[in-house]
Nanobody, 124 residues
Framework: QVQLVESGGGLVQAGGSLRLSCAAS????????MGWFRQAPGKEREFLAA????????TYTDSVKGRFTLSRDNAKNTVYLQMNSLKPDDTAVYYC?????????????????WGQGTQVTVSS
């Protein structure tokens, strides 16, 4: 079992920044890949970014490339999503997810455990 707890969400003005954290527990953190997704009201959950077990490989969806940066600290069992140049369209509930293999994937079905989500609201 893996437990995931997101934090760092909140209200920010357009153009601002937030850093989301996801703390993991339950299994050896360095043995699995991590991803971030978001779900806006009335929309399906969408993939944002993923990072492999060691932090040496990341992948991003086009809409966040150059604005969001994903990193991990295996000593702290935590993954971070730094979000810059936020836009009102970034408003959503953000979820972290764990994939019990070392490689990254961009599909929701490839993840085995999910956090409860944290709300990010970007005002115009």
């Amino acid at each position: 079992q893996v437990q995931l707890v997101e934090s760092g969400g909140g209200l920010v003005q357009a153009g601002g920044s937030l850093r989301l954290s996801c703390a993991a527990s339950g299994r050896t953190f360095s043995t699995y890949a991590m991803g971030w997704f978001r779900q806006a009201p009335g929309k399906e959950r969408e993939f944002l970014a993923a990072i492999n077990w060691s932090g040496t490989s990341t992948t991003y969806t086009d809409s966040v490339k150059g604005r969001f940066t994903l990193s991990r600290d295996n000593a702290k069992n935590t993954v971070y999503l730094q979000m810059n140049s936020l836009k009102p369209d970034d408003t959503a509930v953000y979820y972290c997810a764990a994939r019990l293999t070392i490689g990254v994937v961009a599909t929701e079905g490839g993840y085995h455990y999910w956090g409860q989500g944290t709300q990010v609201t970007v005002s115009s």
